[in-house]
């Protein structure tokens, strides 16, 4: 016996230009859109007052946990409006671009532009008793930095040493996510100290608008508070829950903005080794066009300080040389991951059948798995063979045998036919819109404990950025990278026009490299390996 979708949120709006008033109620159930403007035909509510536009607004939800510790986020977001969209009173987008979505929280008003006889108001249904909270020190922790960020007690996520909280930038009004690490129970030197200072100084290199944006960072010596961007559309896994599966055009997009993502992140020395869906954020809404961003980089190893060795990653997600600690690996570990990514986004809500039992001990068995995917899939739709192909070249058995990320990128799959290619380069640039490159300030991590930085907010010294452009003389594939001394200067490297740059994007030609690296010849032939 099925049970009803239990609404956890819902707007009342009032319309004041009629006699009498015009009023109702709409209820947003989890991962649910609902479509609000003029056009009967295109809306699930249609108000014919000439102000609104045919497709004025979306309310949309995300469920952020299925098991409901964490409540599902609403938001609302404006749809390319002639007059606008605001959310108590401040604009959240107007005109054709696409405009980031805003976070609702109950008592909230919506207006259009600046038509005060229709409003709407949010209130949040589904109200779940946090597990989690912050503690009595913790608290008086974030007063230290409440002028920048205002933290909530609403949370989103939780892992074995870190909870994730809503958290609100004072400055734009925006919600950002802060992670908040229990840091006090580890010893000075531990792994799982080390790994969380290692994501906030990895991301505060990588600058790209596939990965996610961090905006700040704090510690004390109990807690790290480490704040990005929130990703106001969910996560893969989110958006497989609300589709179950993709259209292929669909998928291709998604992994073509992963490939860009870790194209970036490998030029800079960074191997992810933890890409799955859960990782994997939608940065503007659950419909496409998605703006793709990677995301927890706690896993990440730099390329430069010699073999990696670990096993970290999730299971099936992790490669055949990684089955082991004894075993080196490269950036193809996050080819694998692509490749079971796109296999994933294929099967959409189904699980990869008998997987427990699987060990892929060879190419022979690698592919007998791959084709039986393939069946699997082949019942409700089929995929095409470049698909095939692609994820094939991933799921190589021996990682040389991988392409690299931009050499996956120029897959034929994702490359054609050339009105797709078209298409997907228009979409990508539209994104672009929403993205502004991140400004971290050093120390990356701001101590709250010491006296005022030169920057004002507290802070000790600036803390030593790690040298990600350096490869170890013992990194197992120093084709896959190069030294500092041959990038050149990089200055050299940050151009105002983002299309412009060769790290941001895989499609610039030879040409255009040389013109904008520094150094070598060796250095640029080592560039067109790799983009």
């Given amino acids: 016996m099925s049970t009803l979708p239990i609404a956890v949120g819902t707007v009342s709006w009032e319309d004041r230009s009629t006699n009498p008033p015009g009023r109702g109620n709409v209820l947003i159930f989890p991962n649910k859109t609902v479509l609000v403007g003029r056009d009967e035909s295109r809306n699930d509510v249609a108000f014919t007052t000439p102000p609104i536009s045919r497709c004025q607004l979306e309310f949309f939800s995300t469920v952020v946990d299925e098991e409901y510790k964490h409540p599902p986020l609403i938001f609302v977001r404006d749809r390319g409006s002639s007059n606008g969209t605001c959310v108590n009173g401040q604009l959240i987008g107007i005109g054709a671009k696409l ?78 996510v802060c992670k908040v690490h229990d840091v006090g129970k580890f010893a000075p030197g531990s792994q799982h100290l080390r790994r969380i200072r290692q994501e906030a100084n990895i991301l505060s290199t990588l600058d790209h608008p596939n990965i996610l944006p961090m905006v700040a960072a704090f510690e004390t010596q109990q807690t790290i508070y480490i704040l990005t961007e929130l990703a106001t559309g969910g996560d893969l896994y989110s958006l497989i ?18 490939l860009r993502g870790l194209a970036y992140a490998h030029s800079k020395g960074v191997v992810h080794r933890d890409i799955k869906p859960e990782n994997i954020l939608c940065g503007i809404t659950p419909q496409g066009p998605y703006r793709i961003m990677i995301s927890d980089f706690g896993d990440a190893a730099i390329s430069g300080r010699g073999r990696m060795q670990s096993t970290v990653g999730t299971r ?56 039986l995917i393939f069946t699997t899939v082949s019942r409700h739709k089929e995929i095409s063979e470049a698909g095939k192909n692609f994820i094939r070249s991933c799921l190589a058995y021996d990682g040389q045998k991988r392409p690299t990320a931009c050499a996956a990128f120029h897959h034929a799959w994702l490359q054609e036919p050339k009105a797709d290619n078209r298409r997907f380069k228009m979409l990508e640039a539209d994104n672009l819109l929403s993205w502004k490159p991140q400004r971290v300030k050093f120390p990356v991590i701001e101590d709250l404990t010491a006296g005022p930085s030169e920057n004002g907010q507290g802070g000790s010294a600036p803390a030593k950025r790690w040298d990600v452009g350096t490869v170890s003389p013992h990194f197992m594939d120093q084709s896959r990278g190069w030294t500092k001394g041959e990038l050149g200067r990089q200055d050299e490297l940050e151009l105002p026009d983002i299309l412009s740059r060769p790290d941001l994007n895989p499609d610039l030609g030879l040409k255009k490299r040389r013109t904008v690296l520094g150094g070598t010849e060796n250095a640029k032939r080592m560039m067109v390996s790799l983009f």
């Fill in 316 to 371: 099936f997600y992790r490669p055949p040389e990684c089955s082991t600690a004894s075993q080196a690996h490269d950036f193809s570990v996050d080819i694998w991951a692509v490749g079971v990514l796109a296999m994933q986004l294929f099967l959409g809500y189904e699980e990869f059948p008998a997987f427990e039992s699987m060990i892929f001990g060879s190419q022979g068995v690698i592919d007998s798995y791959v084709n």
């Fill in 241 to 258: 829950l609300r589709y179950n599966k993709l259209e292929e055009w669909g998928i291709r997009a998604v992994i073509r903005q992963v």
């Fill in 99 to 176: 405009s980031p979505a805003r976070l609702l929280e109950s008592g909230d008003i919506i207006t259009v532009g600046s038509y005060s006889h229709l409003t709407l108001v949010y209130t949040q249904l589904l109200l779940v008793p946090s597990t989690y909270t912050l503690s009595h020190l913790q608290w008086q922790e974030v007063e230290l930095f409440k002028d920048r960020f205002a933290m909530t007690d609403r949370t989103i996520g939780d892992g074995a040493h870190a909870v994730v909280f809503l958290a609100k930038d004072v400055g734009s009004g925006q919600h950002v």
